[in-house]
């Protein structure tokens, strides 16, 4: 048997991964029959032997390979691999995990007939918000449309992190369905959403938002040297967005630059940094660095601190 799993989404691929072993049976058995070879070093002739061992005490040998297809079409070994996989006895599983490949790809067209192949894209859109709801529905919960879009906002195509804050808002909406107001609570990037609003009043001199927003965060159990870091990273953010910018970046490329995975977060970047001088977002910046030195000197305690920072600002504006 041959499997052949690619793409982006790694997330989905593991969870594949996982259903083979459970096809195979046999549970502990299996597990000391599983072998996991990383492609880049492997040569063919070790691949050969593993497959061609029989199992211990099972009906199955799982032979997991990580990147390895690209390697061999590079080399142009993939004949050999056919005819080694055409050889391979019906005891044997063989797992080919790839990145990114294209459908195309000669490789991949060579070992398809004789392969289960699986492509797992990057979710956008509306599949991710399907994604969300039929996770939401497996762990027999429900959610609402509005608690979707913005957990898919917030969060942006990380499954991982996504498969964690829902099991958060399973837990905390327990009996009921999970709706936007759950999410804005719960989810730990509606801080960041809640950071962003805070530094948009600090920029613009709004100390009647920014000092509400700063003892509410604090109030929700963030501390002082984090929120100073929170708040530091985010006009970090908006200085090189904004450089970038002026050097006529594209904004998609500006997102990977600043690794930002989540759609939301990055628009916000990009329409907060149009917003603003470069000379305005390099001063706020500035006195940040003074803040968090004054509190690391034991000049003053965090939350002084943060209170003096977000006076100084709204007053000097």
Request: net charge neutral; with cysteine.
């Amino acid at each position: 048997m041959l499997y052949i799993l690619f793409g982006a989404d790694d997330f989905s691929l593991h969870e594949e991964l996982e259903r083979i072993k459970a096809s195979l049976g046999e549970g502990e058995l299996l597990e000391s029959n599983v072998t996991l070879f990383e492609g880049r070093q492997l040569k063919l002739n070790q691949l050969m032997d593993a497959c061609s061992a029989m199992p211990f005490l099972s009906s199955h040998r799982l032979i997991i390979v990580e990147g390895l297809l690209h390697r061999l079409e590079e080399g142009g070994d993939g004949q050999a691999l056919k005819d080694m996989v055409a050889r391979m006895p019906p005891t044997t599983a063989l797992v080919f995990i790839e990145g990114e490949m294209k459908r195309d790809s000669p490789l991949l067209q060579k070992l398809s007939p004789s392969a289960q192949v699986k492509e797992f894209p990057r979710l956008r859109g509306a599949a991710l918000r399907g994604w969300i709801e039929r996770r939401v529905a497996k762990e027999g919960g429900a959610i609402s449309p509005q608690a979707v879009s913005l957990l898919a906002a917030l969060v942006g195509d990380n499954l991982w992190v996504l498969a964690s804050e829902i099991e958060k808002l399973l837990l905390y909406a327990t009996g009921r369905r999970i709706e936007e107001e759950d999410v804005k609570r719960v989810v730990s990037y509606a801080r960041e959403a809640n950071v962003f609003t805070m530094v948009d009043a600090l920029i613009e001199g709004r100390a009647s938002t920014a000092a509400p927003l700063l003892h509410q965060l604090l109030q929700e159990g963030a501390t002082a040297p984090y929120l100073l870091v929170m708040i530091t990273r985010q006009l970090r953010l908006l200085v090189q967005a904004k450089e970038l910018s002026l050097k006529g970046v594209p904004a998609s490329m500006i997102g990977e630059r600043l690794g930002l995975a989540s759609d939301y977060l990055l628009s916000k970047a990009l329409g907060q940094s149009r917003r603003y001088s470069l000379r305005r977002l390099k001063q706020v910046y500035e006195k940040l660095l003074e803040t968090d030195l004054a509190i690391k000197r034991g000049i003053w305690k965090g939350e002084l601190a943060l209170d003096l920072l977000v006076a100084e600002l709204c007053g000097a504006s």
